[in-house]
């Protein structure tokens, strides 16, 4: 095993640690997607993909949640859900109790704006900002990108979807081939990468990735990339 491969390993394999915050600090923006699962009988293991679409602050939160078969009857007044996003490079979840919900114009579901969060730390490395094209392979297709901030952990990638609407569908956890020209000459490596963050508008997404698969050619060259970056 090479010693740069030995300082991955080494960097993966270093303890994450948890904290439980106060909710009025928790980060979030219009249309960050969340995981929630209702914890009710059927919902131990059933993650379903919602979006944030408005709050008031220390109140509620407003989450558009698709059309699950017998969702409508499981969103009992009451009954806790627990949810999970990614703020600002740290995995987030929170439980809190369903205030209501109301069918039109979509599936709108309110929480009790939650009164603690606990944190689990993903961003281990410093992130530099620049501006480098990037394509992006999933199980949705294909799509242009920009990587805006990279860090040797991973990156934030905009990708406008106005021409690849299907790729919309991705969601946290997905995982996706990044490939980008971080060699010198301009020459494009490959990283293997789960989707740890998104947030979308009308024609782009937003992308939080996480590099968790890559040769040594993709390391050396992510490394000397940044040795560039002030």
């Known amino acids: 095993?090479?010693?740069?491969?030995?300082k991955q390993q080494n960097k993966e394999a270093q303890p994450k640690q948890v904290q439980r915050i106060a909710?009025?600090?928790?980060?979030?923006?219009?249309?960050?997607r969340m995981i929630v699962s209702l914890n009710d009988l059927h919902g131990a293991d059933e993650r379903i993909v919602a979006d944030l679409v408005g709050m008031v602050h220390f109140e509620y939160?407003?989450?558009?949640?698709?059309?699950?078969?017998?969702?409508?009857?499981?969103?009992?007044?009451?009954?806790?859900?627990?949810?999970?996003?990614?703020?600002?490079?740290?995995?987030?979840?929170f439980q809190s109790p369903i205030?209501?919900?109301?069918?039109?114009?979509?599936?709108?579901?309110?929480?009790?704006?939650?009164?603690?969060?606990?944190?689990?730390?993903?961003?281990?490395?410093?992130?530099?900002?620049?501006?480098?094209?990037?394509?992006l392979n999933s199980r949705h297709g294909d799509a242009n990108g920009i990587i805006v901030d990279?860090?040797?952990?991973?990156?934030r990638i905009a990708v406008d979807?106005?021409?690849c609407t299907e790729f919309r569908q991705t969601v946290l956890e997905d995982t996706l081939t990044l490939r980008a020209p971080l060699n010198p000459d301009g020459a494009p490596v490959s990283v293997t990468c789960t989707?740890?963050?998104?947030?979308?508008?009308?024609n782009r997404m937003q992308l939080g990735l996480s590099f968790t698969d890559a040769g040594k050619d993709f390391w050396d060259a992510l490394d000397a990339f940044l040795a560039t970056v002030p």
């Open 161 to 163: 979807t106005q021409d």
């Open 1 to 6: 095993m090479s010693r740069q491969e030995t």
């Open 150 to 155: 990279l860090s040797r952990s991973g990156c």
């Open 61 to 93: 939160l407003i989450l558009r949640m698709p059309w699950v078969p017998g969702i409508r009857t499981r969103l009992v007044d009451g009954i806790s859900a627990t949810v999970r996003l990614v703020s600002q490079g740290e995995l987030c979840g």
């Open 23 to 32: 909710g009025t600090k928790l980060s979030l923006e219009i249309g960050t």
């Open 195 to 202: 989707v740890r963050n998104v947030s979308s508008d009308a």
């Open 99 to 135: 205030l209501t919900h109301v069918a039109n114009p979509s599936l709108l579901l309110f929480l009790e704006y939650p009164e603690t969060i606990e944190k689990l730390v993903l961003r281990r490395d410093k992130r530099v900002q620049c501006v480098l094209p990037a394509l």
